[in-house]
């Protein structure tokens, strides 16, 4: 790490970005102390988060909201243009123009790693990680595992998106006569991961750029502090939002609480500025000295995070969950499906309430009531009764035909960790008692066998691996899970109401 901060700062990599403070005059952060000149320890500095992301960056003073903490030029970032000044490289890119951007950049970054010690960016690639945990790196166990169909169905396609990518890339890569190791699958999955889940967006080239140490960043969905425009307009944050003509969109045709869904383009924490010709990381919010700084990468479903980046979050304020509906539903509404959806915590989206109360409306009365269902007002309480029953049954439907419930799933989830913790190894019977025929499928998928029940489970590295995905699969359709079992308690609170005679309910 200290050759890699000195490499930084030789790039011009800096968080001394804004007028020293006293605090931050006598910071005690070890970085600045330990390595002269470092290019962190005024604002920021290099942490592990073992509960939240791991490596990460900590904040080396108290930050102000809106403040500018960390700037990496355009010198510093990696990206397809900087690459391709090796003449070879970029001679044998252009005789391979079906390739997309992405694609590009992955061989890029293969070629950089077959150089070795003599690639430039070698101090950085030494930082990258050595493996992810996209779905696109799920065995068949994992995909499995997730148990939900539309997961496993997006599984399959990032796995098969994988490959043809890598298949198409593979006469360029032998052009380049990287490394045979470089070229398989196991190593276009690690590139291609890399520049899903570490990649920064650049305006002029769609596969962004990785960026030393902005790249250190850990993640924080958007919503989980008050984000909005009137907070940051006067921050002279300009270049750290994205276009903010959606802000009001359509904003009548949506409650306040539903309106981000129809936002295509999100404020933002970190962005480049063509005016300094760096790219520059803002404090999303206030930070406490030692509190870890976060950034929002964008706003996506636990599923997203996990085939994009590899981790979900438990709390996800974006998350969602899509249960079957009639064709009907479909038919007599004219907004879009994926806006049909169960919020994280239990509610149903504007959009999917009123399409079911319109449904819930005879036909022929439909045309005459459209305007107030989309205008959010409940027509009756007979037909919000039947809606939300139409709703807690279906949701119990999908529960029901899962193969294990949340009690189960919470267990599983808890003897995973157990096993995972190397400072107390779990007996092999007691881990196979614990987790049942899961764990039995587990170690037969990956051909795992212990002689000894009562010896310590001791895992490889590599089966540490595929415990970790197994874990976060289980712990997706945990929270899963739970939203429909909080969409059942929800709507059994409004029936009850309104059964009651309480006609207050607003959706």
């Not at 309106?259 to 924490?269: E, K, N, S």
């Not at 035909?401 to 009690?407: D, I």
């Not at 267990?411 to 960790?417: D, E, G, N, S």
Request: charged share 20%; net charge negative; proline share 4%.
């Amino acid at each position: 790490m200290e050759g890699f901060l000195k490499w930084a700062t030789e790039l011009g990599i800096s968080d001394f970005c804004t007028t020293a403070t006293s605090a931050a005059t006598t910071t005690t952060d070890p970085c600045r102390l330990q390595i002269p000149h470092c290019c962190l320890g005024h604002s920021l500095y290099v942490s592990h988060f073992p509960d939240a992301g791991g490596r990460g960056l900590a904040a080396a003073r108290d930050l102000r909201k809106g403040e500018l903490i960390l700037k990496v030029p355009k010198s510093a970032l990696m990206m397809s243009q900087t690459i391709l000044k090796d003449e070879k490289l970029s001679v044998a890119v252009k005789r391979h123009t079906y390739l997309s951007s992405t694609q590009i950049l992955a061989v890029c970054l293969l070629a950089e790693m077959s150089k070795g010690k003599s690639s430039w960016w070698h101090p950085y690639l030494m930082q990258l990680p050595r493996s992810y945990d996209t779905l696109a790196n799920f065995s068949q166990f994992e995909k499995q595992a997730l148990q939900v169909d539309d997961a496993i169905w997006v599984t399959e396609s990032a796995i098969l998106r994988a490959e043809l990518e890598w298949k198409k890339a593979i006469p360029l890569m032998e052009e380049l006569e990287l490394k045979p190791q470089l070229q398989n699958f196991k190593a276009w999955l690690w590139a291609s991961a890399t520049v899903s889940s570490r990649t920064m967006h650049i305006p002029w080239d769609d596969a962004g750029c990785l960026c030393p140490v902005g790249d250190f960043y850990n993640y924080a969905a958007p919503g989980e502090e008050p984000c909005g425009w009137e907070d940051l307009k006067g921050s002279g944050n300009e270049s750290s939002m994205q276009d903010s003509s959606l802000w009001n969109k359509d904003a009548t045709n949506y409650s306040d609480a539903e309106q981000d869904d129809v936002l295509t383009q999100r404020l933002t924490d970190g962005g480049f500025k063509e005016d300094i010709s760096a790219y520059c990381f803002y404090a999303r919010k206030n930070y406490k000295k030692g509190e870890q700084v976060l950034l929002s990468y964008g706003t996506y479903m636990n599923l997203e995070l996990l085939e994009h980046y590899g981790f979900l979050l438990d709390e996800n304020p974006n998350d969602k969950a899509f249960i079957p509906l009639e064709p009907e539903v479909y038919a007599c509404s004219s907004l879009p499906k994926d806006s049909l959806y169960i919020h994280q915590n239990g509610k149903l989206s504007f959009a999917l309430l009123s399409a079911l109360r319109l449904w819930a409306t005879p036909p022929s009365q439909r045309r005459s009531v459209g305007h107030l269902v989309y205008s959010g007002t409940q027509l009756s309480a007979e037909n919000e009764i039947f809606v939300m029953e139409w709703i807690a049954k279906s949701c119990c439907a999908v529960l029901g035909n899962l193969p294990t419930s949340v009690e189960e799933d919470s267990l599983l989830l808890c003897a995973i960790a157990k096993m995972q913790d190397p400072n107390v190894p779990m007996e092999a019977g007691t881990a196979l008692s614990s987790c049942g025929v899961e764990f039995s499928a587990f170690l037969e998928a990956h051909d795992l066998k212990f002689e000894d029940r009562n010896a310590g489970l001791i895992l490889s590295e590599k089966a540490r691996r595929w415990m970790e995905r197994w874990r976060l699969a289980v712990q997706w359709r945990l929270r899963h899970k739970r939203i429909l079992v909080d969409c059942i308690s929800h709507c059994n609170e409004i029936i009850s109401s309104l059964r009651l005679g309480h006609q207050g309910y607003q959706s």
